[in-house]
T-cell receptor
Framework: NAGVTQTPKFQVLKTGQSMTLQCAQD?????MYWYRQDPGMGLRLIYY???????DKGEVPNGYNVSRLNKREFSLRLESAAPSQTSVYFC???????????FGAGTRLSVL | GENVEQHPSTLSVQEGDSAVIKCTYS??????FPWYKQELGKRPQLIID?????GEKKDQRIAVTLNKTAKHFSLHITETQPEDSAVYFC???????????FGTGTSLTVIP
């Protein structure tokens, strides 16, 4: 099992560019999450998907869109990147019935 | 929604001493409280968790206590070692929901 896999690991964008962060899990988990982590702010939820075909907004959804492509994959899209979106992004999934959250290795994004 | 507060934001202890990190939560419907350790540049990893039907849980040098009446829970690390140096996050989840609410983190430094 690879667990939760995120790509890319690093990305630099110019303001206004778009990009998609990819996330896949091979643990047959139903729920998947996207967080951003900023210094002193902890982990803030952007969007989550409780099951295939459903997505819901979290605490900080503005400027982002998500797609739950299938049970394995949950992508995060920035349509028009802004410097305020410079952050480290983590994808996570939850083991059913146990609430144990597994994180990907993170994507470090800089928007210039 | 839930609000989780975490204190202190930074903590330095001498090797061998104990460290205590405290969190409070606002929603009495929260019933699962995990603690994560994040080393520099790495992903958060679950180190211990507690459910609302338990008052204390211990795993070797780490323990978590929960006071449902006061809505606070704490992480205790005894006999600290330099490898315990990391950022620690608490979180809470409401039993009817799918969202994790994270504290803002505590940066623990263990001085050899």
């Amino acid at each position: 099992n690879a667990g939760v896999t995120q790509t890319p690991k690093f990305q630099v964008l110019k303001t206004g560019q778009s990009m998609t962060l990819q996330c896949a899990q091979d643990m047959n988990h139903n729920s998947m999450y996207w967080y951003r982590q900023d210094p002193g702010m902890g982990l803030r939820l952007i969007y989550y998907s409780a099951s295939e075909g459903t997505t819901d907004k979290g605490e900080v959804p503005n400027g982002y869109n998500v797609s739950r492509l299938n049970k394995r994959e949950f992508s995060l899209r920035l349509e028009s990147a802004a410097p305020s979106q410079t952050s480290v992004y983590f994808c996570a999934s939850i083991s059913p019935g146990k609430n144990i959250q597994y994180f990907g290795a993170g994507t470090r994004l800089s928007v210039l | 929604g839930e609000n989780v507060e975490q204190h202190p934001s930074t903590l330095s202890v001498q090797e061998g001493d104990s460290a205590v990190i405290k969190c409070t939560y606002s929603d009495s419907a929260s019933n699962y409280f995990p603690w994560y350790k994040q080393e520099l540049g790495k992903r958060p990893q679950l180190i211990i968790d507690i459910r609302s039907n338990v008052g204390e849980k211990k795993d070797q040098r780490i323990a978590v206590t929960l006071n449902k009446t006061a809505k606070h829970f704490s992480l205790h690390i005894t006999e600290t070692q330099p490898e315990d140096s990391a950022v620690y996050f608490c979180a809470a989840i409401i039993h009817t929901g799918n969202q994790f609410y994270f504290g803002t983190g505590t940066s623990l430094t263990v001085i050899p």
